[in-house]
């Protein structure tokens, strides 16, 4: 193997790694936080320097909802982030951004947008 190819594997071994670890803390804190109900983990991309890790959410009502959320997460990153360092094996901890995933809404309608099509086309 290449040094590239392993150096790709430990990267994406990471990256899974950090969707895991922070999915499930997300699951606690929203146990403990009705604030944030209604919100999910969707995805979580690590920065080509590791610096960086994009957390990306989705919620059923919106971006607008995310956006009420937001605030009530940017308080939890420095806990989160502890959390994460301490899950994760590592030397550094990379910086939480967190975005609202819209990929996930378009993915939504197009297959309901399908389902439509499917139900309309089926005899009846």
Do not use: H, W
Not at 65 to 94: D, N
């Amino acid at each position: 193997m290449t040094q590239s190819t392993v150096r790709s594997i430990k990267f994406a071994k990471k990256s899974a790694q950090l969707l895991r670890e922070f999915s499930q803390l997300f699951l606690r804190l929203v146990l403990d936080d009705p604030r944030l109900e209604g919100m999910f983990v969707s995805k979580v991309e690590l920065s080509s320097d590791g610096g960086s890790c994009y957390v990306y959410f989705y919620t059923p009502e919106g971006e607008e909802a995310f956006e009420q959320k937001l605030p009530v997460l940017i308080l939890y990153k420095p806990s989160l982030r502890k959390a994460l360092s301490q899950k994760i094996v590592s030397r550094y901890t990379p910086e939480l951004v967190f975005r609202f995933d819209q990929k996930f809404e378009k993915i939504s309608k197009l297959e309901a947008l399908l389902n439509k099509i499917k139900t309309e086309e089926e005899p009846s």
